[in-house]
């Protein structure tokens, strides 16, 4: 408190159009209106500055900067049992780290809704019930099940299939404008019980609907080049990734346990344009099975640092 004091003083001793070196002398209002325009990461660490910008950085003019102008509307799309924060009475800090920890599950359970915390971008997945999955509402090619590790209500699992394509699509309007995304989807594989990824590459697109999208080969078997590890998997299973797969993308593990595959990137604006998310193995001749699917993920599209 005597730190504080001690700084008011010193600011209101400054005379009109005096050039201030040291910023902690500013109000604690005009430090919050300086911060809200920087970035989350920015305003956590200024609170190491001084008294005054630790006071600063966790007032609402901040973070309500810093979450997106239709998050009430989102939020409302929730079950009130869900959410872990009271928008009426929580602080925006508060509401804006709830909701990059916490996925908010929206729209009947179907999208979870979160913030990405570097950028306060938003990000949206579409569960499995929000795809298009050719054959899902056929019993001996795919099955809904309960997973203990998805944060959907259910998760689509491949029985058997020759020719398997999944679409989601999402409007511009529900994601952050002018942003660079990507979407991302995301699967297991049935332990010793998947087989058919191995032979032939997938073909990810990403654009707006209705137009002509550039593919990329993606390889969906997460254990393809660990031979090691695929034997404890996939029984029979062979050493070597043919020579087809040979340039296709790999998947990556996530922090959640799960993988997960880019299929592509786009920028979003602040119209109604829709964009389609597509995978695809139609050209091969080779049964398919095991594939858990969770959704696709789309979220702000990090440069390599």
């Not at 099955?143 to 679409?167: D, G, K, M, Q, Y």
Request: aromatic residues 10%; glycine residues 6%; charged residues 30%.
């Amino acid at each position: 408190m005597e730190e504080r004091n001690e700084m008011e003083e010193k600011t209101s001793t400054a005379t009109e159009g005096e050039e201030i070196d040291d910023f902690s002398l500013l109000p604690e209002g005009v430090i919050a209106n300086i911060l809200s325009l920087t970035t989350p990461p920015d305003a956590c660490r200024s609170s190491e500055v001084s008294w005054t910008f630790h006071a600063a950085a966790q007032s609402d003019i901040v973070w309500d900067r810093f979450l997106p102008t239709d998050w009430h509307d989102l939020v409302s799309r929730a079950k009130p049992s869900d959410l872990n924060f009271d928008p009426a009475s929580s602080s925006k800090k508060e509401i804006f780290f709830s909701l990059c920890d916490r996925p908010l599950l929206i729209d009947d359970g179907k999208k979870s809704f979160s913030l990405d915390k570097r950028s306060g971008k938003k990000c949206i997945m579409l569960g499995a019930r929000d795809l298009s999955v050719v054959w899902g509402d056929t019993s001996f090619y795919w099955t809904w099940e309960r997973h203990p590790e998805s944060r959907f209500a259910e998760v689509a699992v491949l029985l058997e299939v020759w020719w398997l394509e999944i679409r989601g699509r999402i409007s511009c309007r529900m994601l952050s404008p002018a942003t660079t995304y990507a979407a991302y989807f995301v699967f297991k594989m049935r332990k010793r019980r998947y087989y058919g990824f191995n032979v032939d590459p997938a073909d990810a697109m990403v654009g707006t609907g209705g137009t002509e999208n550039r593919s990329k080969s993606v390889c969906l078997d997460p254990f393809i080049d660990n031979p090691l590890r695929r034997r404890r998997h996939v029984p029979l299973a062979v050493d070597q990734p043919p020579e087809s797969m040979e340039g296709s993308e790999r998947p990556k593990q996530r922090h959640d346990g799960w993988f997960e595959i880019e299929l592509g990137e786009f920028q979003s604006d602040s119209g109604d344009d829709e964009i389609e998310m597509v995978l695809m193995e139609v050209k091969g001749n080779t049964p398919k099975s095991g594939l858990v699917v969770q959704g696709i993920e789309i979220r702000p599209k990090i440069s390599p640092s």
